[in-house]
């Protein structure tokens, strides 16, 4: 009797990971030369298909999170799921960082073997690398350009295409931003969070005045230098209690997300013990971590062209090293979310919740 399902073959090791397509995937060029092939350019051919394999990994991770937020509303019961799978992209880049340790065991003299084989390859035509980067949300107007032209010039046209399609769908960090704007405490009857967290802020800047002033060990020149250090209201917390002053610096490129979802950074760093707030704190450590992450692999990769390269100019044509260190530098996606730090006060200065906000934040809120 048929029940319905889908009946499925046996398979074999050998046959379900498409190992024979795999493992002889590694075609060494100097191998077509007269005379013995190169040993170790079996090791750079392999280290650069894991990578490509990982970045298909990551592109799968992040093209579900994206699905996640993209509706109107997010089921809050996914936030765990995109929690986990972003946890997954974090740990993927930890592999990537220390894949250059193996690289690493191959000398400069070793990749000189067979580096001339390789022109005009070069790493900055991984288009895989290119979509993680622009899912994740860094954007063509922010990137350095490579050798005077955009980035998108080592591909043709069909991968530029995708590349522009990903940006007009929405990457993470748009749909991320998109999201925080909803944050639904930002004001809650009587309860407006930034006019409490601005007292908050002006309390807590007046005892450490006046923990200076009061000071023995200062002298009077120390003591003004640490007040003008210490700031104000005005000054200091200024881009966060003044939305034109937000706005100013998002048009100087000083920030990125809009003055709402900043807003609600904030209060989710400020109340993240509250019981609805944690996942949403969880979510923002994450891609914190993973901008942190992705910046540290730019550095290693820069170092560990320095180290095979010295001050050689690529075998894609690029500037090698000075390229890739000014992308460590520059080719930041989440570092609003580092610099909430700056605005962050201690526990005992956090404004206390009315009784029925602190009843919303507990596992009683629903979004239907």
Not at 116 to 134: I, K, W
Not at 198 to 206: E, F, P, S
Request: with cysteine; glycine share 6%; aromatic share 10%.
């Amino acid at each position: 009797m048929e029940t319905g399902k889908k009946k499925y073959s046996t398979v074999h090791y050998q046959g379900y990971l498409q190992l024979d397509k795999i493992l002889h995937a590694q075609h060494l060029r100097s191998a077509e030369e007269e005379g013995p092939p190169v040993h170790d350019e079996m090791l750079f051919i392999i280290i650069h298909q894991v990578y490509e394999l990982w970045f298909k990994q990551l592109i799968h991770e992040i093209g579900s999170v994206t699905g996640l937020f993209r509706e109107a509303r997010v089921d809050e019961r996914n936030m765990g799921a995109a929690v986990a799978r972003l946890q997954r992209v974090i740990e993927i880049q930890k592999v990537l960082i220390e894949q250059i340790r193996i690289l690493e065991t191959m000398t400069p003299l070793d990749f000189l073997e067979f580096r001339n084989y390789l022109f005009p390859a070069s790493g900055f035509q991984s288009f895989q690398f290119r979509v993680v980067e622009a899912m994740l949300g860094l954007k063509e107007t922010e990137r350095l350009t490579y050798n005077s032209q955009p980035y998108t010039s080592a591909f043709e046209k069909e991968q530029r295409e995708k590349l522009e399609s990903i940006q007009e769908k929405g990457t993470l960090f748009t749909l991320v931003e998109a999201w925080l704007e909803r944050t639904p405490f930002l004001q809650f009857g009587d309860f407006h969070f930034l006019e409490h967290y601005r007292l908050a802020v002006q309390r807590m800047l007046g005892k450490e005045e006046e923990a200076i002033r009061k000071s023995e060990y200062l002298s009077e020149e120390e003591k003004e230098q640490r007040l003008k250090m210490l700031g104000s209201a005005d000054t200091y917390y200024h881009s966060v209690l003044d939305a034109e002053a937000h706005e100013q610096l998002r048009r100087e490129g000083k920030m990125r997300l809009s003055y709402k979802a900043t807003i609600a950074i904030l209060l989710i760093n400020l109340y993240r013990d509250e019981p609805i707030l944690q996942l949403p704190f969880q979510l923002l450590t994450c891609l914190a971590d993973i901008d942190e992450l992705l910046t540290m692999w730019r550095y290693r990769h820069a170092q560990m062209v320095l180290r095979m390269l010295g001050r050689k100019v690529g075998t894609g044509g690029s500037s090698g090293y000075d390229y890739l260190h000014a992308t460590a530098v520059k080719h930041h996606i989440f570092t609003d979310l580092h610099n909430i730090s700056t605005l962050l006060i201690p526990r005992s200065e956090l404004p206390e919740l009315p009784p029925q906000v602190k009843k919303e934040l507990g596992f009683y809120y629903s979004n239907q």
